[in-house]
């Protein structure tokens, strides 16, 4: 979930600064400085999701049809697979009547608006070594955006509005959530990331290392460990699941998932000549272990050709997308504006829901919200 809080207003005339698209040279504008908020919810617990929302109130602040019977004045922008699933819910809980809008195309207006307003926004990340990666507006196109969510997309973007879903895996987040919990009995998603955390995939997974008697297969570029079969060694050895540590299932699990991605990721970003890959969705958390494997597959793959790149607001790329939409209520000002307005402005800074800075970590926390400006056309 994405919302905007104003926080003050300040009124002016702006006459000549050619801020608006439109070409309009004398506007009135209201400038609203405010936060605006990023959290998250399970899909198993919308219903907190949608009492966090009616505490708020904030389906009174959607857009307005003026049309519309009473109860269906609030429209609020949704997308992905619960702004079909959850419609009905949310119009009989909430009076609120969800404006459904194209995921991959929100998923690439969150990322784009994202790397060009945000600043420290996209970091890589390997060896343990987190570095943020100053994006030239200018530059930021073609890249290849990953979203790993529950499936995966692979969408190539060419521009402001210009993508295309090149490929994508059925074999993504909710395969590690999915198959992590049968193996390891996990009853959630971050007990089934602390195990792996803490794993060793070496236990499980049969490594080049253990087919050529400790030797590198150098010949083909495979150190003795590099991994040869994941999850192989469970074939020779006279164990049940039972009989292996859940930490080290999980930690082979997450390997094998992300390192799969990382692949695809990397044919994909070669069959279009594209040397950057942003990687989003909740998949990767900000995990540590995550985001090194699917920087080694790529930088492996790819002999130091191509990037993986992380995002620090990667699992809101579809909500913000959706935020920013509003364009058909007359809303492309704000956003506009505000991506311009904030572009310009040099730092985001990070606060917690009390208004206390954050420092930019490598993964944003719940309900952590970003400064901004906002400009609306009177
Ligand atoms: N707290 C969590 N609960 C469940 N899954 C989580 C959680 N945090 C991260 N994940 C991972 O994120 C995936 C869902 O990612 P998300 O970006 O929300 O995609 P979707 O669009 O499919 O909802 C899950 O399959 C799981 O791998
Ligand atoms: C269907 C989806 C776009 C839905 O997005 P999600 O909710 O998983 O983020 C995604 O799950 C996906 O692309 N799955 C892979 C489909 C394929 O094999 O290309």
């Known amino acids: 979930m994405v919302y905007f ?11 000549k600064n050619g801020f608006l698209k439109d070409g309009i040279d004398t506007v009135n504008y209201t400038v609203l400085s405010g936060r605006l908020h990023f959290l998250k919810f399970e899909t198993t617990k919308i219903s907190e999701c949608m009492k966090f929302i009616s505490t708020k109130r904030l389906q009174e602040y959607g857009d307005k049809d003026d049309e519309a019977s009473a109860s269906d004045k609030n429209i609020i922008k949704a997308t992905g697979g619960g702004a079909f699933k959850f419609a009905d819910l949310f119009k009989e809980k909430l009076g609120i009547i969800l404006d459904k809008v194209d995921e991959m195309s929100c998923l690439v207006a969150g990322a784009n608006f994202l790397l ?3 600043h420290q926004e996209a970091f890589t990340y390997l060896d343990g070594q987190k570095d943020y990666v100053q994006i030239d507006h200018k530059d930021l196109y073609p890249y290849l955006l990953v979203n790993v969510g529950s499936g995966v997309s692979m969408i190539k973007v060419d521009g402001d509005n ?3 879903r090149v490929s994508g895996t059925s074999v993504g987040g909710g395969t590690f959530w999915g198959l992590g ?4 009995k996990c009853q959630s998603f971050d007990e089934l990331l602390e195990l792996s955390r803490q794993g060793n995939n070496r236990v499980i997974d049969m490594l ?3 087919i050529y008697g400790g030797m590198d297969y150098s010949k083909i570029g495979l150190t003795s460990t590099a991994i040869a079969s994941s999850f192989g060694k469970a074939v020779s050895e006279n164990k049940e699941l039972e009989d292996y540590r859940a930490e080290d299932v999980a930690r082979s699990l997450l390997r094998m998932i992300s390192n799969n991605i ?4 990397y044919l994909n970003a070669l069959r279009f000549g594209l040397k ?3 990687f989003g969705g909740f998949f990767i958390r900000g995990h540590a272990y995550t985001m090194d494997t699917l920087s080694v597959a790529v930088n492996f793959w790819s002999k130091g050709e191509a990037k993986a790149l992380f995002l620090r607001h990667e699992g809101f790329l579809g909500a913000l997308g959706a935020f920013m939409s509003y364009e058909k209520k007359g809303f492309t000002d704000i956003t506009h504006q505000f991506m311009e ?9 990070f606060c917690s829901e009390d208004g206390s800075e954050s420092s930019t970590r490598a993964h944003v926390r719940d309900n952590e919200c970003i400064e901004c400006r906002v400009q609306v056309r009177n």
Not at 181 to 184: E, F, I, M, N, V
Not at 341 to 349: C, L
């Open 5 to 15: 809080s104003s926080n003050s207003i300040c009124s002016g005339d702006d006459q």
């Open 162 to 164: 210009e993508f295309e």
């Open 116 to 118: 060009k307003a945000v």
């Open 181 to 184: 919990k049968l193996l390891t």
């Open 208 to 210: 080049v290392g253990d």
């Open 262 to 265: 990382g692949q695809i990721a």
């Open 341 to 349: 307005q904030n572009s310009s402005v040099p730092k985001s800074s």
């Open 276 to 278: 950057r890959i942003f």
